[in-house]
């Protein structure tokens, strides 16, 4: 069941929100239950045949999971760690095996000449967002900073369907918390106001922008790979579109679920943040995709990162030798995992290595920088930070890289990105005079649109910045301003507008429903 959907907007929403308040006035654990099983009808409305396996992932991990928060609580470490790595081969071996076994057998048998027969397995839909979830609660159980509750609450928590499908990744400590006040499931219309608002912007930023540029999309990447005389404008129009594509899309996606989070009186943390004004990659992915990134730099990074810069000080290491086994190493495993999180294919394999790389050469930068920094301080000379033309220039590259590899990220092979960068790079000609599919007015307007959105106006947790959008708001409040500051308030304008942008997102729907991209990952 989409989001955007007639059957989502005006069928399981208003009776999933009647059950949830209308047993709440009676039993906060009716709610709950009702809550979590509509929930689950949710994932299986889309193929009923993987709900056997989130309710065994749930059940699971509540079991795992419970085991280490006692043997945490007896402070028996032993078991901690062997009820932790029971967990984590379970919770991964699974992922591993129904995302990356086709890919493996496939690689295996054209490298090594083997002949697995592995017959195609079916991806579960949202088996990355789920799985991860749980992990992270394991892991935070182990760390003493997940506490026992009932299997319904962390049944609700696991199985919550705003963010069931396509996140945000969330952790114990911003959900169940929540769940356990005394007013959650009571009717607050102020929620309810807040959360369809959200809800409106993300299915405009879906409908209206993200869905009119996803019919291009193919067409350009089809002419920006054609042997036969490709223009370089069309290399360049299917990059640009396909990233503006993908940044609504999935800014649409996040704001909907927070929305609907919010609707039932829940705050989400922020998964997506205004990414294409970072002057830098490192900020660009602190803001795309925040809680997966937040997941990697907790679960991955951090681990791999100490231990390598305890053995960096053991060796005495220091200068760039240091960067390199401290900071480099660890940066570049970690966004390879991204991008083979992403999906099974060597497309997302390179889609990792390219931004594992432009991390490390982003790292080394600033740590060229800190020791100019110290260099000259020793002289009596402060280096002033980046602004004006130089800050345009970073910004410049940073948006250049992420298209080039959303380029890879959308292309079915490898060798079709290098073919289109080869288009966009003019290296197959400029032939201007080719005709290029879809290229007219309203492409220009649509992408002309989209870009002056992304620059100059505030994101929608902005806009809604007085009504404390997101569990972690206080972070970002600060953190890429606009010069155009447009706050929403419950005026008779402001209920007109949000009217006018609900109306027009559920108007688009009738064109089609197109599945939110990060539904394949």
């Given at each position: 069941?989409?989001?955007?959907?007639?059957?989502?907007?005006?069928?399981?929403?208003?009776?999933?929100?009647?059950?949830?308040?209308?047993?709440?006035?009676?039993?906060?654990?009716?709610?709950?239950?009702?809550?979590?099983?509509?929930?689950?009808?949710?994932?299986?409305w889309w193929r009923p045949v993987h709900l056997p396996l989130l309710l065994g992932s749930i059940v699971f991990n509540f079991l795992v999971g419970d085991r280490i928060?006692?043997?945490?609580?007896?402070?028996?470490?032993?078991?901690?760690?062997?009820?932790?790595?029971?967990?984590?081969?379970?919770?991964?071996?699974?992922?591993?095996?129904?995302?990356?076994?086709?890919?493996?057998?496939?690689?295996?048998?054209?490298t090594l000449g083997t002949d697995f027969n592995l017959e195609r397995i079916a991806l579960p839909l949202a088996i990355s967002f789920f799985t991860f979830q749980k992990i992270a609660y394991l892991i935070d159980s182990a760390r003493g900073?997940?506490?026992?509750?009932?299997?319904?609450?962390?049944?609700?928590?696991?199985?919550?369907?705003?963010?069931?499908?396509?996140?945000?990744?969330?952790?114990?400590?911003?959900?169940?918390?929540?769940l356990a006040k005394a007013h959650f499931a009571r009717l607050n219309w102020s929620?309810?106001?807040?959360?369809?608002?959200?809800?409106?912007?993300?299915?405009?930023?879906?409908?209206?922008?993200?869905?009119t540029l996803s019919p291009l999309v193919e067409p350009l990447f089809g002419a920006a790979t054609s042997a036969s005389n490709p223009s370089v404008i069309a290399g360049w129009l299917a990059a640009t579109t396909f990233t503006l594509q993908l940044y609504f899309d999935f800014s649409g996606y996040s704001d909907m679920a927070i929305g609907l989070g919010r609707m039932f009186g829940v705050k989400l943390p922020l998964n997506f943040h205004s990414p294409l004004r970072a002057a830098n990659i490192s900020d660009y992915w602190r803001r795309w995709h925040m809680t997966l990134q937040r997941f990697i730099v907790d679960y991955i990074f951090q681990p791999l990162a100490m231990p390598l810069n305890r053995f960096a000080a053991e060796r005495g290491l220091s200068g760039w030798s240091q960067f390199l086994v401290g900071?480099?190493?660890?940066?570049?495993?970690?966004?390879?995992?991204?991008?083979?999180?992403?999906?099974?294919?060597?497309?997302?394999?390179?889609?990792?290595?390219?931004?594992?790389?432009?991390?490390?050469?982003?790292?080394?930068?600033?740590?060229?920088?800190?020791?100019?920094?110290?260099?000259?301080?020793?002289?009596?000379?402060?280096?002033?930070?980046?602004?004006?033309?130089?800050?345009?220039?970073?910004?410049?590259?940073?948006?250049?890289?992420?298209?080039?590899?959303?380029?890879?990220?959308?292309?079915?092979?490898?060798?079709?990105?290098?073919?289109?960068?080869?288009?966009?790079?003019?290296?197959?000609?400029?032939?201007?005079?080719?005709?290029?599919?879809?290229?007219?007015?309203?492409?220009?307007?649509?992408?002309?649109?989209?870009?002056?959105?992304?620059?100059?106006?505030?994101?929608?947790?902005?806009?809604?910045?007085?009504?404390?959008?997101?569990?972690?708001?206080?972070?970002?409040a600060d953190v890429a301003p606009t010069r155009l500051r447009l706050t929403w308030a419950p005026t008779l304008a402001g209920l007109a507008l949000a009217g006018v942008v609900l109306f027009i997102g559920v108007m688009f729907i009738q064109r089609g429903q197109a599945v939110f991209l990060y539904f394949n990952f």
């Open positions: 069941m989409l989001f955007n959907s007639f059957i989502f907007i005006f069928g399981f929403l208003p009776v999933a929100l009647i059950a949830t308040y209308g047993i709440g006035r009676f039993s906060q654990w009716g709610a709950k239950l009702a809550l979590t099983m509509l929930s689950l009808g949710f994932y299986a928060q006692r043997a945490q609580a007896a402070q028996r470490k032993t078991a901690v760690k062997a009820w932790l790595a029971f967990g984590l081969l379970v919770d991964i071996g699974m992922l591993g095996w129904f995302k990356y076994a086709n890919f493996v057998a496939s690689t295996a048998d054209a900073e997940a506490q026992r509750m009932s299997f319904l609450d962390f049944s609700l928590f696991a199985a919550f369907f705003p963010q069931l499908i396509a996140g945000p990744i969330v952790h114990y400590k911003e959900i169940v918390p929540q929620d309810i106001g807040v959360g369809l608002v959200i809800f409106a912007i993300g299915l405009f930023k879906k409908t209206v922008i993200a869905d900071v480099a190493v660890p940066s570049f495993v970690t966004f390879v995992a991204v991008g083979i999180w992403h999906g099974a294919g060597w497309t997302f394999v390179t889609f990792g290595i390219m931004h594992a790389s432009y991390i490390c050469i982003n790292e080394a930068w600033r740590e060229r920088r800190k020791n100019r920094r110290k260099t000259l301080r020793k002289q009596g000379i402060k280096l002033a930070d980046p602004k004006g033309l130089e800050r345009a220039g970073y910004h410049v590259i940073t948006l250049l890289a992420v298209v080039f590899g959303n380029v890879m990220f959308r292309a079915a092979t490898v060798g079709d990105a290098v073919s289109i960068w080869a288009t966009m790079a003019g290296l197959k000609g400029l032939n201007l005079a080719s005709v290029v599919p879809g290229f007219d007015g309203e492409l220009v307007a649509i992408i002309t649109i989209a870009t002056l959105i992304i620059a100059f106006m505030p994101n929608t947790q902005q806009i809604m910045r007085r009504f404390d959008p997101a569990c972690n708001w206080s972070e970002w």
